[in-house]
């Protein structure tokens, strides 16, 4: 796996090398665009708008207008050069309760991973945030921004998240009713939410519509008919109280059910 970063954790006075490995992936199924005629691919070229001659990946730079068709251009060399020690450092702000940052202001999600010499130190400062529950704030310079960060202990590990400004996050600009709920619709509410409770487990969970997806690739390579399922009857809802009623007489059933024992598939050679 490519080191996405090469930088520091700085905690007061204390310095921890760390490098940083992206933490996500995307599994989604790729599509390509076709000429809807000839099923050819389509290919987008970069042209100049000046001599409308193509233009190779090598020959194009960042430039920044300051006016109307007026530019500076800027390097990646020279970005890295007004970098200091400081920017590249993930300096600690403050440290803040681990359900205190909303899920909003979460971006991007990268592993920790302690450089030379850099592991013991690494490994006190998760304890210590497990312990006392507690996530770091900070912020360091991420390629031509500088970005707020949290660091978050895990029982694995140290994850690191990016997070957002204010300024990025859209409020809602849409006015809707809150109607009001009587206490015993939200007795019987909270009692189906404590009815379907359950420890989050990841591996439990899959894209299943991404199955269907593969199945209908495999359907179409086959030259078979794509088949529509049949839709599942859900009802409309007349009355919210007799609703919950249902639901909850539904979790409980299912709760009282015996678990069944998972059996593992075998992985393909490509997943192995």
Known sequence: MAITQKGAIS?????????????????????????KADKS???????????????????????????????VVIT?????????EKDRTITI?????????????????????PQKGGGKALELLRKAMLRAQRAALGKSV????????????????????????QADIKEIDVDYERPSVTEAELDMAEQLIKGMEAPFEPEKYKDEFQEKLKSLIADK??????????????????????????????????ASKPAKTRTRTPKSRKEA
């Not at 070229?45 to 020959?59: L, R, S, Y």
């Not at 702000?93 to 991973?113: N, Q, R």
């Not at 859900?234 to 609703?243: P, R, S």
């Open 76 to 84: 990646d060399e020279e970005i890295e050069k007004i970098k200091t």
């Open 221 to 254: 390579i086959a030259g078979k008919a794509v088949v529509a399922p049949k839709e599942e009857k859900t009802g409309v809802v007349l009355d919210l109280m007799e609703a919950l009623k249902a639901s909850v007489r539904s979790a409980q059933k299912s």
């Open 11 to 35: 905690f007061g006075l204390v310095y921890i090398p760390v490098n940083l490995y992206t933490a996500t992936q995307d599994s989604d199924i790729s599509f390509n665009q076709l000429h």
């Open 142 to 165: 991420f390629g031509s921004s500088e970005k707020m960060l949290v660091i978050l202990p895990r029982e694995d590990g140290v994850l690191i998240q990016t997070l957002l400004y």
């Open 93 to 113: 702000l403050s440290f803040v309760a681990l359900d205190e940052i909303s899920p909003l202001y979460y971006d991007k999600a990268y592993h920790a991973v």
């Open 41 to 71: 691919r389509i290919r987008y070229k970069k042209v100049c708008a000046h001599c409308g001659k193509e233009v190779k990946n090598e020959d194009i730079v960042r430039g920044y207008q300051y006016a109307k068709d007026q530019y």
